[in-house]
């Protein structure tokens, strides 16, 4: 299986002055755990997570007054959509994170997620212990 066939395609994008509460509330409202900021003055890619806003509540930073800038996370490793979910799950492995930006040539088409690639491999083994057991 293929990135293409598990990641979101939903991609919230918000700019590096966002707030952290106003990139909370829209991820929250897109049920989302990471947005793709987009800086127009670098043209530089970065991703904001649920755990980057997490690490500043629990530094005692006011989210209404840290931007997204300050922690998006700039370094990013991108996935294509044509990796397998394997190269996906190495790449998040050795990275140590749970979202990747997927991009083709146009620029970002999806997100995909640790959670998404359970998602596709949890019936791809129920079907092979099913088999086994029956076999």
Do not use: K, N, Y
Not at 57 to 86: C, I, K, N, R, Y
């Amino acid at each position: 299986m293929l990135v293409r066939d598990a990641m979101s395609t939903v991609v919230l994008t918000i700019g590096p002055a966002h707030t952290l509460r106003q990139a909370a509330r829209l991820m929250a409202a897109r049920r989302v755990g990471a947005a793709v900021v987009l800086d127009p003055d670098t043209s530089g890619l970065g991703i904001l997570t649920e755990r980057d806003i997490l690490i500043s509540l629990g530094a005692g930073q006011d989210p209404d007054h840290e931007s997204a800038a300050a922690h998006t996370t700039t370094d990013v490793v991108f996935a294509a959509p044509s990796w397998t979910l394997d190269e996906a799950a190495d790449a998040m492995t050795h990275g140590g994170f749970r979202h990747l930006i997927v991009l083709d040539a146009a620029g970002p088409v999806g997100i995909v997620s640790v959670r998404d690639i359970i998602r596709c491999w949890a019936p791809a083994r129920h079907r092979a212990q099913a088999t086994t057991l029956a076999g």
